[in-house]
């Protein structure tokens, strides 16, 4: 119940997060209400938002005193921009007040404080902008980001630069078209072995069954340009050509001829196809394996800062499931999607030119497919990247109980521990079990899609029963048949291709961390110590300041000072002082954001 409180540095024992709770919570929060709070504290870019006066002391003595804006004014405090955001955020919300109640505004007619808050408009925003980024400061494990909408194009282009670049790119699409034709090809040299059988069986056999009335010629000669077949079947007429008649008189060549060269067509394809499997997977074992060694070295050399902020589960994540991703899924389906789409392209051309009426199907089909895809890869995109992402709690959860499990028997606390670990687990399987619902919501539309190609290729054909050949004609629907399973593949295939470059996208992530200062600035290694050094032992500290991340305060300032050789020192202050963290800048933990340390006279001992 006192009216006044005196706080001697309460907040110089914890860290950022719990001090600024603290700070706003308890110091400013709601039981200070009607009380004066007396605080003395060397944190001033977290308590001089809130004070009505300051009293600036140095050497025991009183150096100034005044509201925080006007010792800004005068430069008392520095030029740390923690601690200008966090005056000018309060001034600009009693200014904002001011205005509102039309009271007068007192202290804060500054220059200083007018260009911060002359744009009325954006002074509430500004305020909250600053009170979470204050928040935010003061986490030191940060939340796991998350991509959203369709993997960039940039992803796309550095795995397929670690793939092998452009010349392989366009290497493997030569091995897929030259196959895919190849298929064709043996296709359709089918259609002309059948068309030039010696085809007296042939006719034989049709006529037993449908018993055909045979229209000709008597007199065939190299002069008759058409003779007509014509083979009545339950009500439907089948026309030959004349040169379906006259093969079916003369075999041109032998079976034997047509064996060769249709084996050659299956042996080339086979060829083919093996060199387009076997090169795939040995530049996606080639990309994976370069991604991994990349991986390792960025985080290798990555800054102590990023092992404090990263929780060891979340690079576990990376190192196991989204290599995993990249060695194991990545590659067949790339594979996979590369060879359906081109087999759909080659489908729907091979049925057009057969019958050139089904371009209208082929062009309707197309757009359904487009926006059944659309739908299912926007869906389907964002559930593997929750499965990802969720993976990572899981890790860190068991490793963590692994360190501590003695102190969780000794507690009796394991059944709350097992309930938390089958409570991310459960979280993981979630995005799992929808993604194969939407799997199925798939297969059922393109088969309904794909029941439409086919019916269209039939129809044409009937339409156009009179003109097609028989041979081609088969080809079409057989085609169009296969259609329906390639167009249902390249969809999930493709939208497997692109759930799992998210595995490649967080990988990317890591490429960008940053990294201890190995090169120096002209590209040349930072000079190794010799072997006989130090010598002495001397160590310089000329103007070093400190701090442990770009948005905290600096937690050493301008210090400067020499150690002697083979001399024996203390280093004494108070709580929070700096005291570790001048010997934390000793072994180069952090980096020196102005001034520099050497020992024996060398500058910024790397470590290695």
Same mark, same amino acid.
């Not at 500058?603 to 290695?608: D, E, H």
């Given at each position: 119940?006192?009216?006044?409180?005196?706080?001697?540095?309460?907040?110089?024992a914890?860290?950022?997060?719990?001090?600024?709770?603290?700070?706003?919570?308890?110091?400013?929060?709601?039981?200070?209400?009607?009380?004066?709070?007396?605080?003395?504290?060397?944190?001033?870019?977290?308590?001089?938002?809130?004070?009505?006066?300051?009293?600036?002391?140095?050497?025991?003595?009183?150096?100034?005193?005044?509201?925080?804006?006007?010792?800004?004014?005068k430069g008392?405090l520095?030029?740390?921009?923690?601690?200008?955001?966090?005056?000018?955020?309060?001034?600009?919300?009693?200014?904002?007040?001011?205005?509102?109640k039309?009271?007068?505004?007192?202290?804060?007619?500054?220059?200083?404080?007018k260009?911060?808050?002359?744009?009325?408009?954006?002074?509430?925003?500004?305020?909250?902008?600053?009170?979470?980024?204050?928040?935010?400061?003061?986490?030191?494990?940060?939340?796991?980001?998350?991509?959203?909408?369709?993997?960039?194009?940039?992803?796309?282009?550095?795995?397929?630069?670690?793939?092998?670049?452009?010349?392989?790119?366009?290497?493997?699409?030569?091995?897929?078209?030259?196959?895919?034709?190849?298929?064709?090809?043996?296709?359709?040299?089918?259609?002309?072995?059948?068309?030039?059988?010696?085809?007296?069986?042939?006719?034989?056999?049709?006529k037993?069954?449908?018993?055909p009335?045979?229209?000709?010629?008597?007199?065939?000669?190299?002069?008759?340009?058409a003779?007509?077949?014509?083979?009545?079947?339950?009500?439907?007429t089948?026309?030959?050509?004349?040169?379906?008649?006259?093969t079916?008189?003369t075999?041109?060549?032998?079976?034997?001829?047509?064996?060769?060269?249709?084996?050659?067509?299956?042996?080339?394809?086979?060829?083919?196809?093996?060199?387009?499997?076997?090169?795939?997977?040995?530049?996606?074992i080639?990309?994976?394996?370069?991604?991994?060694?990349?991986?390792?070295?960025?985080?290798?050399?990555?800054?102590?800062?990023?092992?404090?902020?990263?929780?060891i589960?979340?690079?576990m994540?990376?190192?196991?499931?989204?290599?995993?991703?990249?060695?194991?899924?990545?590659?067949?389906?790339?594979?996979?999607?590369?060879?359906?789409?081109?087999?759909c392209?080659?489908?729907?051309?091979?049925?057009?030119?057969?019958t050139?009426q089904?371009?209208?199907?082929?062009?309707?089909?197309?757009?359904?497919?487009?926006?059944?895809?659309?739908?299912?890869?926007?869906?389907?995109?964002?559930?593997?990247?929750?499965?990802?992402?969720?993976?990572?709690?899981i890790?860190?959860?068991?490793?963590?109980?692994?360190?501590?499990?003695?102190?969780?028997?000794?507690?009796?606390?394991?059944?709350?521990?097992?309930?938390?670990?089958?409570?991310?687990?459960?979280?993981?399987?979630? +995005?799992?079990?929808?993604?194969? @619902?939407?799997? %199925?919501?798939?297969?059922?539309?393109?088969? =309904? *899609?794909g /029941? #439409?190609?086919?019916?269209?290729?039939g129809?044409?054909i009937?339409?156009?029963?009179?003109?097609?050949?028989?041979?081609?004609?088969?080809?079409?629907?057989?085609?169009?048949?296969?259609?329906?399973?390639?167009?249902?593949?390249?969809?999930?295939?493709?939208?497997?291709?692109e759930?799992?470059?998210?595995?490649?996208?967080?990988?990317?992530?890591?490429?960008?961390?940053?990294?201890?200062?190995?090169v120096?600035?002209?590209?040349?290694?930072?000079?190794?110590?010799?072997?006989?050094?130090?010598?002495?032992?001397?160590?310089?500290?000329?103007?070093?300041?400190?701090?442990y991340?770009?948005?905290?305060?600096?937690?050493?300032?301008?210090?400067?000072?020499?150690v002697? +050789?083979?001399?024996?020192?203390? @280093?004494v202050? %108070?709580?929070?002082?700096?005291?570790?963290? =001048? *010997?934390? /800048? #000793?072994?180069?933990?952090?980096?020196?954001?102005?001034?520099?340390?050497?020992i024996?006279?060398m500058?910024?001992?790397?470590?290695?």
């Open positions: 119940d006192s009216r006044h409180l005196l706080l001697d540095d309460c907040l110089s914890v860290d950022a997060h719990t001090a600024s709770w603290i700070y706003d919570n308890c110091i400013t929060g709601p039981l200070m209400e009607g009380r004066t709070c007396i605080l003395v504290s060397h944190n001033i870019a977290l308590t001089l938002k809130n004070a009505e006066l300051v009293v600036m002391l140095e050497n025991g003595e009183v150096k100034d005193q005044g509201s925080p804006v006007d010792l800004l004014d008392i520095g030029e740390d921009e923690l601690v200008k955001s966090s005056i000018l955020s309060r001034a600009a919300s009693m200014v904002s007040i001011a205005n509102n039309k009271n007068e505004s007192l202290k804060f007619n500054t220059p200083l404080v260009d911060t808050v002359k744009d009325n408009g954006k002074k509430e925003s500004t305020v909250n902008t600053e009170t979470s980024e204050d928040v935010d400061a003061g986490k030191l494990i940060e939340e796991e980001g998350k991509a959203e909408g369709v993997v960039a194009l940039d992803v796309y282009k550095w795995y397929f630069q670690v793939f092998g670049g452009l010349k392989i790119v366009i290497f493997m699409l030569f091995l897929f078209l030259v196959t895919e034709f190849l298929t064709i090809g043996q296709a359709w040299w089918l259609r002309a072995w059948a068309a030039s059988l010696p085809n007296s069986k042939a006719v034989s056999f049709i037993a069954l449908f018993t009335k045979v229209v000709a010629n008597t007199q065939l000669n190299s002069h008759v340009n003779v007509a077949l014509d083979m009545t079947v339950s009500g439907l089948f026309k030959a050509s004349s040169s379906d008649v006259s079916m008189k075999a041109a060549h032998s079976t034997k001829y047509y064996l060769v060269i249709y084996f050659l067509f299956g042996f080339s394809q086979s060829t083919f196809g093996i060199f387009k499997t076997f090169y795939t997977f040995l530049y996606g080639y990309a994976s394996r370069k991604i991994f060694q990349k991986l390792l070295h960025k985080v290798l050399r990555a800054k102590l800062r990023f092992f404090d902020t990263t929780p589960g979340r690079i994540n990376r190192f196991s499931k989204d290599i995993e991703a990249t060695d194991q899924e990545l590659t067949p389906y790339l594979h996979g999607a590369t060879y359906t789409l081109i087999g392209i080659a489908t729907v051309m091979l049925i057009t030119f057969i050139p089904f371009i209208s199907i082929a062009i309707l089909v197309g757009v359904l497919y487009y926006f059944i895809g659309l739908f299912y890869m926007a869906g389907s995109r964002e559930l593997k990247r929750l499965d990802s992402t969720t993976k990572s709690p890790y860190q959860h068991f490793s963590e109980t692994l360190v501590g499990v003695t102190t969780i028997r000794a507690f009796g606390d394991e059944n709350r521990f097992l309930h938390e670990n089958l409570q991310k687990i459960d979280e993981n399987n979630r +995005p799992f079990f929808y993604l194969w @619902v939407a799997n %199925r919501w798939l297969s059922f539309r393109i088969d =309904i *899609i /029941a #439409l190609v086919v019916f269209g290729a129809v044409f009937l339409a156009d029963i009179n003109n097609i050949d028989a041979g081609l004609a088969g080809i079409s629907l057989t085609y169009a048949i296969a259609f329906t399973e390639d167009a249902l593949w390249l969809v999930r295939f493709y939208s497997e291709v759930m799992n470059m998210n595995s490649v996208e967080r990988l990317k992530e890591y490429m960008d961390v940053e990294q201890e200062e190995y120096a600035h002209d590209n040349k290694i930072i000079q190794t110590p010799p072997v006989e050094w130090p010598q002495d032992g001397k160590i310089e500290v000329n103007n070093l300041s400190l701090r991340a770009p948005k905290l305060p600096r937690v050493i300032k301008n210090v400067s000072f020499t002697d +050789p083979r001399a024996k020192i203390g @280093v202050g %108070r709580t929070g002082a700096g005291k570790s963290t =001048i *010997i934390t /800048a #000793l072994f180069r933990f952090l980096d020196a954001e102005t001034g520099f340390i050497t024996q006279n500058i910024s001992l790397p470590l290695i």
